[in-house]
């Protein structure tokens, strides 16, 4: 099993920690980035398509919430599931930039803030 690291290459498009989820730490996703079976991730597909690293780098919508893509049906379920709130994790990648987003993550453990 991999180790929790701080890479900022780990946050996903939108804006959840691969570096600290279990799936990647077990080596059964390659994560966000590099998980060619996503292609049906609309925020992925989005941010591909503009050259963008995760959603915080958005030049398109001055919020997430005003994002049609970002908050479709699946990542609304997705979020009421697990109490996840991507738009915080969005909102401190802007605030603090990828590296210490990454870092707070990792030291953490969380692979996205709780609502």
């Not at 989005?46 to 919020?63: F, P």
């Not at 709130?85 to 987003?101: L, S, T």
Request: aromatic share 10%; net charge positive.
């Amino acid at each position: 099993m991999k180790e929790v690291t701080a890479d900022p290459k780990l946050i996903a498009y939108c804006g959840l920690y691969c570096g600290a989820c279990r799936k990647y730490l077990n080596e059964q996703c390659p994560g966000c980035a590099n998980n060619q079976k996503a292609s049906w991730c609309k925020v992925r597909s989005c941010n591909m398509e503009h050259g963008y690293s995760s959603c915080a780098a958005c030049q398109l919508k001055d919020s997430v919430a005003d994002c049609k893509d970002y908050n479709n049906f699946m990542s609304k379920v997705f979020g009421f599931i697990f109490r996840s709130d991507r738009a915080a994790c969005i909102a401190m990648i802007k605030e603090k930039g990828p590296e210490e987003y990454a870092r707070f993550m990792a030291d953490s453990g969380m692979v996205t803030i709780k609502r």
